[in-house]
């Protein structure tokens, strides 16, 4: 057993190097991957920064979901016969320019890093989304705030919300650049 606690299993003194790169990878696998939930804002990248560090020290890959909600437009009914849905074209830009927007964001964070990092727009509830995503993950990782109105609460809806669901850890990232500025 190693300092990570994986066991290994082979041959002592084997030089077999398919059998050494199997283990490898099969080590590698159970690691699992780290799951990042992003808005865009910055404490959401404070996450990514830290996960892109962690992953960088476990050798494992990241994946980045970001969501996207499609507002609810009432009384629109008659607009169909007119040949526009604005539903369906709203649903499809956000989700457009959501899959744009997180994937720079992963584009951005694996420069000069030497982690794999795989990214997802979501239409869903952050945190439903964020927990379906994060099922088979060794871990989740999202910031302490993201675009809720009260600025000094500490822990955000969705942090609240995925941090007893999760199926694995979960760890909360502060904005430390922004944690001065609080009252």
Same mark, same amino acid.
């Given at each position: 057993?190693?300092d =990570?606690?994986?066991? !290994?299993?082979?041959?002592?003194? &084997?030089?077999?190097?398919?059998?050494?790169?199997?283990?490898?990878?099969?080590?590698?696998?159970?690691?699992?991957r780290?799951?990042v939930g992003?808005?865009?804002?910055s404490? &959401?990248?404070?996450?990514?920064?830290?996960a892109?560090?962690?992953a960088?020290?476990?050798?494992?890959?990241? $994946?980045?979901?970001?969501?996207?909600q499609?507002?609810?437009? !009432?009384?629109?009914?008659?607009?169909?016969t007119?040949?526009?849905?604005?539903?369906e074209?709203? /649903?499809?830009?956000? &989700?457009?320019?959501?899959?744009?927007?997180?994937?720079?964001?992963?584009?951005? /964070?694996?420069?000069g $890093?030497?982690?794999?990092?795989?990214?997802? /727009?979501?239409?869903?509830?952050?945190?439903?989304?964020?927990?379906?995503?994060?099922?088979?993950?060794?871990?989740?990782?999202?910031?302490?705030?993201?675009?809720?109105?009260?600025?000094?609460?500490?822990?955000?809806?969705?942090?609240? $919300?995925?941090?007893?669901?999760?199926?694995?850890?979960?760890v909360?990232?502060?904005?430390?650049? $922004?944690?001065?500025? =609080?009252p």
């Amino acid at each position: 057993m190693d300092d =990570r606690g994986n066991n !290994y299993s082979g041959t002592a003194g &084997s030089n077999d190097l398919d059998a050494a790169q199997i283990r490898l990878t099969t080590v590698h696998r159970s690691l699992g991957r780290i799951v990042v939930g992003v808005d865009g804002v910055s404490g &959401s990248g404070a996450a990514l920064d830290w996960a892109v560090s962690e992953a960088q020290l476990r050798g494992v890959p990241i $994946h980045v979901v970001m969501t996207w909600q499609e507002s609810q437009i !009432y009384g629109a009914d008659g607009i169909g016969t007119l040949g526009m849905n604005p539903l369906e074209d709203t /649903a499809r830009e956000l &989700s457009t320019a959501t899959s744009r927007e997180v994937a720079q964001l992963a584009e951005n /964070a694996s420069r000069g $890093h030497d982690v794999m990092i795989t990214s997802e /727009a979501v239409e869903g509830h952050p945190a439903e989304a964020l927990l379906l995503a994060a099922e088979d993950a060794a871990m989740l990782v999202v910031g302490s705030r993201g675009h809720g109105g009260l600025a000094g609460v500490l822990l955000g809806s969705v942090g609240q $919300h995925v941090v007893p669901h999760a199926r694995c850890p979960v760890v909360v990232v502060p904005d430390l650049m $922004h944690e001065a500025d =609080r009252p």
